[in-house]
């Protein structure tokens, strides 16, 4: 089992930047595909970006898609989530989640696919 804690979010201007962590505990020994979703006020969850154990393979919403950029440092058991050029519409609460890779389905997308979430860390982006 592996526990998720984010951290990293705050209030920004739109046309900001903020860079989100998750740092993994627990048993990182094993391989973990990871993403990132949130969830807006009144909303429900929804991805944002994906990558793969390696770090070879990601995938973004594409409301995100050239803003934000998911990169991990697995010797550090950490994920980021660099999001630049905020908008007012990026602000939610971000989850970072994983699911160990013999179990991953491929539909990173989904929020079916991980076992093993955060408790999340708000993201205010003012007008």
């Known amino acids: 089992q592996v526990q998720l804690v984010e951290s990293g979010g705050g209030l920004v201007q739109a046309g900001g930047s903020l860079r989100l962590s998750c740092a993994a505990t627990?048993?990182?020994?094993?391989?973990?595909?990871m993403g990132w979703f949130r969830q807006g006020p009144g909303k429900e969850r929804e991805f944002v970006a994906y990558?793969?154990?390696?770090?070879?393979?990601?995938r973004y919403a594409d409301s995100v898609k050239g803003r934000f950029t998911v990169s991990r440092d697995n010797p550090k058991n950490t994920l980021y989530l660099q999001m630049n050029s905020l908008k007012p519409e990026d602000t939610a609460v971000y989850y970072c989640?994983?699911?160990?890779?013999?179990?991953?389905?491929?539909?990173?997308?989904?929020?079916?696919?991980?076992?093993?979430w955060g408790q999340g860390t708000q993201v205010t982006v003012s007008s």
């Open positions: 627990g048993r990182t020994s094993s391989s973990y595909e």
């Open positions: 989640a994983a699911v160990m890779n013999y179990k991953y389905s491929g539909r990173y997308y989904s929020t079916r696919t991980y076992d093993y």
């Open positions: 990558i793969s154990w390696s770090g070879s393979t990601t």
